[in-house]
């Protein structure tokens, strides 16, 4: 028996995953937009408590990091409301 690909496993059970090809224009654009590293470094030090919580057992949250994090968060959601419509494909 083969071990689930670490996308499959993100899916969880009974959930499906289909493959999108990638897009170069989408990536570009989310490139460009370029978010800040103040953004992404909140967004990695979060991401990588969450795995220490996940993986350890360990959670060491303050109020200053929840602010932090809904900060970046209301960053990435202006930023992504002004990404163009993704075009419908015709089936």
């Known amino acids: 028996m083969t071990s689930p690909s670490p996308l499959e496993r993100l899916a969880g059970p009974g959930n499906v995953l289909t493959k ?3 897009d ?3 990536f570009a654009g989310l490139v460009r937009s370029g978010l800040g590293p103040e953004v992404w ?3 990695s030090k979060c991401h990588d408590m969450r ?3 996940e993986y350890e ?3 060491d949250v303050d ?4 602010s932090d994090l809904i ?3 209301r960053k990435v959601a202006e930023k992504v409301s002004r990404l163009p419509p993704i075009p419908q494909e015709s089936k």
Not at 63 to 66: G, I, P, Q, S
């Open 71 to 73: 900060g970046a968060c």
């Open 20 to 22: 999108e090809p990638p």
């Open 63 to 66: 109020d200053r990091l929840v």
């Open 51 to 53: 795995n220490r919580t």
């Open 57 to 59: 057992g360990v959670l």
């Open 41 to 43: 470094r909140i967004l």
């Open 24 to 26: 170069a224009k989408e």
